[in-house]
């Protein structure tokens, strides 16, 4: 196991750590074993360890300790417009460990025309300095041409990125056509990349806004109204058709409708190979706040897709994270302040898109999904985290408790409760959009690469010790049926004779393809006619039919009569 | 009683018809005719009843009618007595590269007639740069001169911009069409995109037609044709390959989202695919205002023949979307057909020669599109679903005809048999059987699709217009005497639940008090629209100082308290206003 970090895990790592009496807990199975961990890493799990002295022992009491949480979707000190998002790297690893995260993966977002290596190195620069976890990224493609589609292939073969964000949205700005997102698909299939999908028709989102604001709703309900489910519904079905044309494996970011959810069961009922990620908000809460009196509380649900304003919505999509149908649980964390929220006060398609979860996202499952007796413990680690590392090529390093992982692991309480409020979190922006919320279920205790970062509810995190985690190429989890489909999925031309008989004359005005240089030379050869082997009558109409006028044809030497030669 | 009573509304037909009618008067138009022994069939009920036809409308249905002397009987023997199919999908007039279809109105409408259906709409196509009215014009003229039965016509808009308004204004108003063909295939051709159907779809449910798509994804299909002739594939297999169904599938979905959005009916023509099928069964499920035609060829045979070693056989086959590979597909569209999810069958009924399609005998994207199918079309239905006990009778009635009368207003004129209503009747016989050959079609055609299959049921009799056009499997037509039946706007079979829904969906916004928290700086860098002119403004100069209520609002202003240690970070400019951060609501 190579790590590619860009500094050497420095002074954490001498750390050594037992945790005694807890119940492992992977996405496969549960049970009672020790772990000892040295250099971040586990190096031995099994009862009646042999371990140096001199280590720090945790009793765990019998309670689950599970991998850490990987959080593959965030967008922290994100710029926009001259600012940037609420929460810096450190801001928001700091929450997502205080929520029992040891891992994030922020999206790279170049802007339209600049360049994917220079954004990446930017992003990279900022997370090496803040970030208190290890991080990975993914890069988002806004426009494409032949030089993105070289900087694409370098991200891959050098630095370490798999998957890539493309938008279907924001018409004008970052939204792709269907050709270029057949392009961009076939591309990243070739290369083994993940196709990420920002899953909403901007063409007719750009219609509904200016309907709205022509109707005079300026306010946050316009967000919403402006952005109805199907809009979303429909992208997702677009998005797989071409990911199915394409082979190349998709995974859809926010999936924020039920909907939308349907359709991607249904198609990976029909075998496509496409991953649904529903967010923390879309499993927790709902789109009737839009509604609400207060601006600043309506505007602080603001996100794209929209939050479903049916309060059923974070019910049935528990469901089916529960049934296998959503694969992985992301936070889409992107906070702003009230103040940057307010640029849109006047114009709701203005307000800066985003939603803080990054620390409440694994207790908000727990709460709505294991403990309503929806889902087992084992699915809880799955789509919380071991799902994630798969998609990313990560898994075992990350995503599983086993000899040779990382040591990022969590002693989870499940009887712990406690109110969500912003008064007390840990991101730096002023609302909550779960304010108010009672969830069952937290970490007790966190450790990340090896050290312990969250005790007895204190934090320790330090900023800039988070690592790179470089993903590589055609991660199996994905590309195992990509793979054995394309042995499959080669077509095949029928072998025919030529067609000698007459071709009609026709305006050449050419239509979709060229138009082959001379359909018009007729053979000189004769053919042989082979009736037998042809099941096609030739036989015309008894009675002559009166011929339009204006159709010429083109008789070949012999007559009329040779419409096929079988060779 | 009925609204489609002034045939033509515009001079230069009703002229045409008077002329016709003068000269046909002693053979055409004093016809009587008493159908006796009958069992009339509706899509509502069937009962045991005479009909009794003068002047091309049905004066009375009932038993021991009173008529007059002199009258020609028909005995029906206890047979069928349907509504006159109604073909609402052809294309007898529709160049291919400066080529007319071998079928032109004339011939076409002989096998239309021959087959038991006495109407058909067809559809104007624009050559791209033409205008709607001139193509519509010309269509009609060619309609005139040589339609057997009476027909209406569809036009396709080829490309949106602001200049077709008027002209689709004026074809609705003036010109008695109600719907209209938009394309999601053809890039660079007849193809628009999201914004522009969304446009389309808006104007035209202003005017109260009904939108007609033709779905398939076109950027998907334009990438596919060109990877597939890279490969080499070139004859008539690489054209269901390059059109898989899903793309059909897709392009259903989408065009029933925009349907949705702006609350308009839309018509799926050429439903190909168990996937499309699918997509539209699912979509009314939901309560989608959508419709979907499957035609005789998606019901009567599949695309596995896009493979045979005979090119022509192959090339025959070339339809859009194509027919699927799934030799499945029939049974279940015939199964949603029954049930009521598929509403309407088509013929798609478009002839081009062999030597025509040969036009792409070296690349399969130029093969011309279509297949028979006017003949065939309530022949298969009647064999595949009624003789299969998928369907009962009323249904086949519906499907076959009342259905298109009232999506498209022609209801109850055509697609009933009653009292007032046009005499287009067709005598059924569900036992006749018939084998499918091109030597005894009444197409031009030299190939049939359908060659060699057996058909149970066919007509015995057709009336059309009132008089006798099919008996013994004899045709006696004559051409021009076909009329253009005019359509109003806003068919109340699309259009009731439209006009409902749009009384409720107001939608409003919620009136808040003026957000007068501080405002982030923001460069004036306009990103989706422009931004409002002044963020900045502070609201000294315009509002007393708000009452802050905390009682109604649950929302926590307090920011983190941990982390208060963090510094700022640089370039976080905040617009306060006076009276400092308090504010960040007022509830008027």
Not at chain 1, 5 to 11: A, F, L, T
Not at chain 1, 301 to 324: C, E, H, I, K, Q
Not at chain 2, 422 to 446: F, G, H, N, R, Y
């Amino acid at each position: 196991m190579s790590y590619q970090g860009k500094k050497n895990i420095p002074k954490i790592t001498s750390e050594r750590l037992l945790i005694k009496g807890g119940r492992i807990v992977n996405d496969d199975q549960s049970f009672y074993a020790d772990i000892y961990m040295e250099d971040g890493v586990i190096k031995q799990i099994g009862d009646n360890l042999i371990v140096p002295g001199g280590v720090k022992t945790i009793e765990a009491n019998g309670k689950m300790v599970i991998p850490g949480g990987i959080d593959i979707h965030t967008h922290l000190q994100m710029p926009f417009r001259g600012t940037t998002t609420a929460d810096d790297f450190t801001q928001g690893t700091k929450a997502a460990l205080a929520g029992g995260t040891t891992m994030i993966v922020d999206h790279v977002i170049p802007e339209p025309g600049c360049s994917l290596l220079e954004a990446f190195d930017r992003w990279s620069k900022w997370a090496d300095e803040k970030a208190c976890c290890d991080y990975s990224l993914h890069v988002d493609i806004t426009h494409w041409n032949d030089s993105v589609k070289q900087e694409v292939e370098t991200l891959i073969k050098e630095k370490g990125v798999n998957s890539f964000q493309v938008y279907m949205a924001f018409k004008d700005l970052y939204q792709m056509s269907n050709t270029e997102l057949y392009e961009v698909f076939t591309f990243l299939g070739e290369h083994g990349g993940i196709a990420q999908v920002h899953a909403e028709n901007g063409e007719i989102i750009a219609e509904e806004q200016a309907r709205m604001l022509e109707m005079g709703i300026t306010g946050p309900e316009g967000h919403v109204l402006s952005r109805p489910e199907e809009l979303e519904a429909e992208a997702v079905f677009r998005a797989v058709t071409i990911a199915s044309q394409t082979n190349c494996p998709l995974y859809v970011t926010r999936v924020m409708s039920k909907s939308a959810a349907d359709i991607i069961s249904q198609a990976r009922k029909k075998g496509n190979v496409v991953f649904g990620e529903p967010i923390t908000a879309s499993l927790g809460t709902d789109g009737t706040h839009y509604w609400s009196k207060n601006w600043a509380k309506a505007a602080s649900f603001v996100t794209s897709p929209p939050l479903s304003p049916d309060p059923t919505t974070p019910d049935y999509l528990n469901t089916l994270l529960a049934s296998g149908d959503l694969s992985v649980v992301g936070s889409a964390h992107c906070t702003f302040s009230v103040a940057q929220k307010a640029i849109g006060k006047d114009d709701f398609t203005q307000i800066p898109e985003g939603v803080n979860g990054a620390e409440e996202r694994m207790s908000i499952i727990w709460d709505k999904a294991v403990v309503t007796g929806k889902m087992d413990e084992n699915m809880f680690v799955a789509v919380t985290s071991t799902n994630a590392a798969k998609i990313l090529n990560l898994y075992p390093r990350k995503g599983r408790i086993a000899v040779g992982s990382d040591s990022d692991l969590v002693i989870w309480d499940t009887d712990a409760v406690r109110t969500i409020t912003a008064k007390t979190h840990h991101s730096a922006a002023e609302y909550n959009v779960f304010e108010g919320m009672e969830l069952r279920g937290a970490p007790m205790l966190v450790v990340c690469q090896g050290k312990i970062v969250l005790e007895d509810g204190n934090l320790h995190a330090t900023s800039g010790t988070g690592r790179f985690i470089p993903c590589s190429p055609f991660p199996d989890f994905a590309y195992k049926r990509v793979k054995a489909r394309k042995q499959l999925a080669i077509l095949k031309a029928v072998p025919r004779g030529m067609y000698d008989g007459p071709v009609s004359e026709f305006s050449p005005m050419s239509r979709g393809g060229t138009p082959s240089a001379s359909t018009r030379t007729s053979p000189t050869k004769v053919p042989v006619r082979n009736l037998h082997q042809s099941g096609f009558t030739l036989s015309g109409p008894e009675e002559a039919p009166i011929r339009p006028a204006g159709r010429r044809i083109v008789v070949p030497p012999g007559g009329r009569s040779n419409i096929t030669s079988l060779s | 009683m009925l609204q489609g009573e002034s045939h033509e509304p515009h001079p230069f037909t009703e002229s045409e018809a008077e002329t016709v009618q003068k000269a046909l008067l002693s053979v055409v138009v004093s016809e009587r005719l008493l159908i006796k022994g009958g069992r009339v069939v509706n899509d509502d009920q069937s009962l045991y009843a005479d009909v009794y036809v003068e002047d091309g409308i049905i004066k009375q249905v009932g038993e021991n009618l009173i008529v007059p002397g002199g009258v020609k009987v028909i005995e029906a023997n206890g047979c069928m007595v349907i509504p006159g199919g109604i073909d609402v999908n052809t294309c007898l007039h529709k160049p291919y590269l400066g080529t007319p279809p071998v079928d032109d109105f004339y011939q076409g409408t002989k096998a239309a007639l021959a087959g038991g259906t006495t109407m058909i709409i067809d559809h104007v196509t624009p050559q791209p740069g033409d205008g709607l009215l001139e193509a519509f014009e010309k269509w009609q003229e060619a309609a005139d001169k040589k339609s057997c039965c009476d027909y209406s016509l569809h036009v396709d808009i080829p490309h949106w911009h602001e200049g077709v308004k008027e002209e689709l204004e004026q074809l609705v108003q003036e010109k008695g069409i109600n719907s209209f063909q938009v394309y999601m295939a053809y890039k660079g051709l007849y193809q628009m995109p999201d914004s522009q159907l969304y446009e389309a779809f808006s104007f035209l449910k202003e005017l109260g037609a009904v939108v007609l798509v033709h779905a398939e994804n076109g950027d998907l299909i334009a990438q596919e044709q060109s990877k597939i002739l890279g490969m080499g594939i070139i004859g008539p297999e690489g054209h269901p390959l390059s059109r898989p169904e899903e793309l059909e599938a897709e392009a259903v979905f989408r065009a029933i989202t925009i349907g949705n959005r702006v609350n308009c009916p839309v018509y799926i023509t050429k439903v190909m695919s168990k996937s499309a099928a699918e997509t539209v069964a699912i979509a009314r499920k939901k309560g989608s205002v959508v419709f979907g035609e499957p035609i005789t060829a998606s019901l009567a045979t599949d695309g596995s023949h896009y493979w045979s070693k005979n090119w022509a056989k192959a090339a025959a086959y070339v339809t859009s979307p194509p027919l699927s590979p799934d030799p499945t597909t029939p049974e279940h569209l015939h199964s949603l057909l029954a049930c009521g999810d598929l509403q309407v069958v088509g013929s798609g009924h478009c002839a081009y020669s062999t030597s025509q399609k040969a036009i792409g005998k070296d690349n399969f994207t130029l093969i011309p599109e279509g297949t028979n199918g006017v003949e065939e079309r309530m022949g298969f239905v009647w064999d595949k679903a009624v003789a299969m006990g998928k369907m009962d009778e009323n249904q086949f009635v519906a499907v076959t005809s009342t259905n298109a009368a009232k999506i498209f207003n022609l209801y109850p004129r055509k697609g009933r048999i009653a009292v007032g209503s046009d005499a287009d009747i067709v005598i059924w016989d569900p036992d006749k059987i018939k084998t499918i050959t091109a030597k005894s079609q009444q197409s031009a055609l030299e190939y049939n699709i359908f060659e060699g299959m057996d058909c149970r049921g066919g007509p015995l009799h057709v009336v059309s217009q009132g008089r006798v056009v099919f008996e013994e499997g004899k045709l006696q037509v004559q051409q021009g005497t076909g009329r253009f039946i005019s359509r109003k706007p806003f068919p109340d079979f699309a259009y009731q639940r439209i006009k409902y829904r749009n009384k409720i969906m107001n939608m409003q916004g919620v009136s808040r008090g003026m957000y007068d928290g501080p405002v982030y700086d923001v460069p004036a860098t306009p990103k989706y629209i422009t931004p409002a002119p002044s963020a900045k403004t502070s609201p000294t100069t315009h509002q007393p100082p708000p009452i802050r209520n905390l009682h109604q609002s649950n929302f926590s202003l307090s920011g983190s308290q941990i982390d208060d240690n963090i510094p700022r970070r640089s370039g976080h400019r905040i617009v306060a206003p006076p009276g400092g951060r308090s504010n960040i609501t007022s509830l008027g």
